[in-house]
């Protein structure tokens, strides 16, 4: 229907490039959405602050999917199906969005900061993708969850093998219930050229690579600090925030 309240209709923009839908309370659905862009160059998506979470009678001014009554969070967004030349998407301050799947292997930067994503495991990243990955940005996650939500789990080092062509990584935590990470010996990709691990409540940090030039680093526990490169250009080793 054309005259549909709320509805983007994307159908035979196929040389689209860009489409950015942010801050957009009125949005309440997306059709022709997996065509978009598929014969140009790449399509950069941006839902930045849309969907977020709801409660009572505030759902009914958000998009079209209604929370799960066990659960105010759990939302899921409304469209089946992402375009397939997507190479960029921005998620940030999202906070409904718990979880992605079917996401195409031509992404290569994702930004899910101020979403309600957990786990990498959420993130949709597929293995045969994670090679094409270069930007990654899981700045804040979970902020807007209450003090006592318990189910936060660790994003672990081992994770980040494979993603052979990250050059960006954001992994900063803003209050000590969010999720923080575990570093193993080596787990950085060699090709990481800014590492922002904000307050991450680590004693020690992983070896870092020679391509490295910006980390931020200020805001843990610091007692071990391994050879830094001579690429860096910038350099911040603040105090530690107990939060």
Request: aromatic share 6%.
């Amino acid at each position: 229907d054309g005259n549909e309240t709320h509805l983007v209709n994307l159908e035979g923009m196929t040389h689209l490039e860009s489409v950015s839908i942010s801050g957009a309370e009125w949005f309440k659905k997306i059709q022709n959405f997996s065509s978009a862009g598929s014969l140009g160059p790449g399509l950069s998506v941006d839902f930045t602050g849309t969907f977020t979470h709801c409660t009572g009678n505030d759902c009914s001014n958000n998009y079209d999917v209604l929370p799960d009554i066990s659960n105010q969070y759990d939302e899921t967004l409304p469209f089946d199906v992402w375009p397939t030349k997507m190479t960029s998407l921005n998620l940030s301050g999202c906070s409904s969005v718990e979880k992605l799947t079917g996401l195409p292997d031509t992404l290569e930067e994702l930004n899910v900061s101020y979403t309600g994503i957990e786990n990498v495991t959420d993130l949709g990243i597929t293995n045969n993708n994670k090679s094409n990955i270069i930007v990654l940005d899981m700045y804040g996650l979970c902020n807007h969850r209450p003090s006592d939500h318990s189910s936060m789990l660790a994003i672990t080092g081992d994770y980040l093998s494979g993603f052979t062509s990250l050059e960006r990584l954001d992994i900063a935590r803003v209050k000590s219930s969010a999720p923080k990470i575990t570093f193993t010996p080596n787990s950085l990709p060699t090709s990481l050229i800014t590492l922002n691990i904000r307050c991450q409540d680590i004693a020690s940090l992983p070896a870092l690579p020679s391509s490295l030039e910006i980390l931020y680093a200020d805001g843990n526990e610091l007692t071990t600090i391994p050879a830094l490169p001579v690429t860096l250009r910038e350099l911040s080793l603040g105090s530690y925030i107990p939060f």
